[in-house]
């Protein structure tokens, strides 16, 4: 166990050991929508191609601990392109509608584009295409947007947290330049990769100056930019509350200088509050665009939460919190043959039904000094977020 600052670091490797026993799938299988314990339906599966990633922010994969000796995952051991595809596929069967590429860094994996290829020939148990999307640091954005865009991919979502390119080589770690990201950005939106969402992590005393710097970089742009609460994910980024600025405290600080009013959810289960820039009369303007915030630690989303996570190595996760996953790689990998579709099929249903997940809502009823203890938890550069 390595130290970072005064918290220990607990390498992520220590966490792909063990898996949950998938549970009985006697009658699991019913067509179209499932639902878990809380009749919450399946609606996002989110897919981890890489454990991978070039930058080294400190919330996400500190240097302390992902540095020159750490040991990735082998290629052997990630599921290929045609095992995430048949695996989604099942999913699709059950309700998903959105698949979101993560990683690591997803364009770090070699080939994306054939996965997306055969991901976007799938179509919904309403016989609509997916939404398919993509969350990238936008380093390697401005050379593989056309591409993407080709594929089939509709959407991307860029992790951005700041401006200033000192503050932002900061919390990168690899001296990655601000100016890069935005040439990303614009070639996402020249390929039609829209609307681009820019993804904020607002740590306190770190880039939080930076907050109003971005709204009015952004503001009129098209891009839509969320700004998310430093989150107690994993055990490496020394997390504490002291370091969290409310959603709330952000919105009060966008509002000191641009009128925003209240938007509607775009969708059941969405994780981001929004927020329209208003004109002198005090309405959403369209072309200024909207601003999110998603309020991870304040204001737990657990009760509409629809997102199930796969890792790179087929371990399914039902909680961004979780601290164990559901091994589907060894039934698609079976040494005495895999199972059949309908096998895989009736075991992720069996997986969601009987799911209860609901980290942050019971983190909630905790005292403040307790909040962010207690089980190991797996990373989020290991199951994206």
Not at 173 to 178: A, H, I, L
Not at 258 to 282: I, N, S
Not at 327 to 356: C, F, K, N, T, Y
Not at 366 to 374: C, D, F, S
Request: include cysteine; proline fraction near 5%.
């Amino acid at each position: 166990m390595k130290m970072q600052g005064s918290y220990p670091t607990i390498p992520v490797l220590d966490q792909r050991q063990g898996s949950l026993k998938i549970p009985p799938t006697a009658g699991a299988h019913a067509p179209g929508l499932v639902k878990d314990g809380l009749n919450r339906p399946l609606r996002d599966l989110r897919i981890s191609v890489t454990d991978r990633c070039n930058f080294r922010c400190s919330y996400c994969m500190p240097k302390e601990v992902f540095d020159k000796d750490y040991a990735y995952l082998p290629h052997s051991a990630l599921l290929s392109f045609e095992e995430i595809t048949r695996i989604a596929k099942e999913f699709v069967g059950l309700g998903v509608q959105k698949i979101r590429l993560t990683g690591g860094e997803p364009l770090l994996r070699k080939n994306l584009e054939l996965l997306i290829t055969q991901l976007a020939a799938l179509r919904t148990t309403e016989g609509a295409p997916l939404d398919i999307t993509l969350t990238t640091n936008g380093s390697l954005l401005a050379r593989k947007a056309q591409a993407l865009k080709a594929a089939g991919l509709q959407r991307v979502t860029v992790s951005l947290d700041g401006l200033d390119d000192a503050v932002f080589k900061k919390m990168n770690d690899v001296d990655f330049p601000v100016a890069d990201v935005l040439a990303g950005i614009k070639a996402a939106q020249d390929a039609g990769l829209g609307p681009i969402k820019v993804n904020m992590v607002v740590k306190r005393g770190t880039n939080d100056h930076e907050i109003l710097p971005m709204a009015r970089h952004f503001r009129g742009t098209g891009v839509v930019l969320r700004f998310i609460e430093y989150m107690d994910v994993g055990a490496t980024n020394g997390w504490r509350m002291d370091e969290v600025v409310p959603s709330a405290e952000v919105i009060a600080r966008l509002r000191s200088e641009m009128p925003l009013v209240a938007l509607e959810a775009c969708a059941p289960g969405e994780t981001a509050q929004r927020w329209g820039y208003a004109d002198a009369q005090g309405q959403f303007d369209p072309a200024l665009g909207e601003v999110g915030v998603i309020s991870s630690v304040t204001q737990a989303f657990c009760t509409d939460c629809n997102r199930a996570r796969l890792s790179t190595e087929g371990q399914l996760y039902l909680c961004l919190f979780a601290s164990q996953g559901y091994d589907l790689r060894s039934l698609v990998r079976h040494p005495e043959g895999m199972v059949d579709d309908r096998a895989l099929g009736d075991a992720i249903s069996a997986i969601w039904q009987g799911r209860s997940d609901r980290y942050s809502l019971l983190r909630a009823t905790l005292p403040p000094e307790a909040q962010g203890t207690g089980a190991r938890r797996v990373e989020m550069s290991y199951i994206g977020g």
